[in-house]
């Protein structure tokens, strides 16, 4: 954990996928406090009309990203978090900000498993709770 799931329509070169998963690490790692190598990135490519929203009455191609996270982050750190990446799917793939939706899910560290860093997340420090709960 953290895991990044970014579904869009159509498809994107392999560098541009890249470049964003790059970014999208570097940003959350900075941002939220994390080992960068806890951080997977998933972008799915659904071809033409696999995701949609209705907008006005009608579906329109969407794009969705999941951020399965650690429980405990503010929403305001939330926000600026979502806002970040955001900007990346924008910069990197051109997807349109009034496309494009962030969700979170939120975890306790025995929820995420990572054998080659030692098993469990390890729990939130004291100093990390409270920053957390400012």
Request: charged fraction near 25%; aromatic fraction near 6%.
């Amino acid at each position: 954990m953290p895991y990044l799931q970014l579904d869009v329509n159509g498809t994107f070169p392999v560098e541009k996928k890249k470049q964003l998963a790059h970014e999208m690490c570097k940003t959350y790692s900075a941002m939220m406090t994390v080992d960068i190598l806890r951080i997977s990135v998933a972008i799915r490519e659904t071809g033409d009309g696999g995701v949609w929203r209705t907008v006005d009455g009608e579906p329109v191609p969407v794009s969705v990203l999941m951020c399965d996270i650690r429980r405990g982050r503010t929403p305001a750190l939330r926000m600026d978090v979502a806002k970040a990446l955001c900007q990346h799917c924008i910069d990197i793939l051109g997807l349109r900000e009034d496309r494009l939706n962030v969700e979170f899910t939120q975890h306790s560290g025995d929820e995420m498993y990572h054998p080659t860093l030692g098993g469990y997340s390890p729990e939130w420090s004291e100093d990390e709770a409270a920053e957390a709960a400012q």
